[in-house]
T-cell receptor, first 113, second 116 residues
């Protein structure tokens, strides 16, 4: 069954430092993958998505993610984080058998001044 | 455009009480969804609707009912609230369904529900 795992519950990085949030998926074929961000007190907002083609996907707010089939990963990256990036980040996969998005458990990102 | 709005923002219920959460969208989306968000569990789909007058069960439908009488509104009902239903509830809508290369879900700000 399709699923996603986010191994890090909480990450703290310094403002200006680089960021990488991990996401591993379980799926036989080429998955459809998403990253969403949830700012405090807000709903989720789509950052980026991958369906096919170039394995490096650019998203909003300066984020990018790289699909690596050999590692079953879809990690989210940002070269230099800003205090406003503090939020919870969700990786998700499209479950084709049910035509639904399945969300990971989320990674909370804190920014150290 | 207001996007997706949810009412109320916060509510406290006693066990056994009932309530209805309202979701409204002004984007003319066909598809609407109700999720619950619990710590360490991400978002889980409760019910969804692929059009006015239609609803379907998601992953965790027990204890909830929904209705989609108007295209722009999707109501989530709790007939007899239980402490296990303490959660943050999110509504979402999308223009397309079942087409992951085009679908983007737009989320509301959430309703925080506490059942005592």
């Amino acid at each position: 069954a399709q699923s996603v795992t986010q191994p890090d519950i909480h990450i703290t990085v310094s403002e200006g430092a680089s960021l990488e949030l991990r996401c591993n998926y379980s799926y036989g074929a080429t998955p459809y993958l998403f990253w969403y961000v949830q700012s405090p007190g807000q709903g989720l907002q789509l950052l980026l998505k991958y369906f096919s083609g170039d394995t490096l996907v650019q998203g909003i707010k300066g984020f990018e993610a790289e699909f690596k089939r050999s590692q079953s990963s879809f990690n989210l990256r940002k070269p230099s984080v800003h205090w406003s990036d503090a939020a919870e980040y969700f990786c998700a996969v499209w479950k084709s058998s049910a035509s639904k998005i399945i969300f990971g458990s989320g990674t909370r990102l804190s920014i150290r001044p | 455009n207001a996007g997706v709005t949810q009412t109320p923002k916060f509510r406290v219920l006693k066990t056994g009480q009932s309530m209805t959460l309202l979701c409204a969208q002004d984007m003319n989306h066909e598809y609407m969804y109700w999720y619950r968000q619990d710590p360490g569990m991400g978002l889980r789909l409760i019910h969804y609707s692929v059009g006015e007058g239609t609803t379907a069960k998601g992953e965790v439908p027990d204890g909830y009912n929904v209705s989609r009488l108007k295209k722009q509104n999707f109501l989530l009902g709790l007939e007899s609230a239980a402490p296990s239903q303490t959660s943050v509830y999110f509504c979402a809508s999308s223009y397309l369904y079942g087409s992951p290369d085009q679908e983007t879900q737009y989320f509301g700000p959430g309703t925080r529900l506490l059942v005592l």
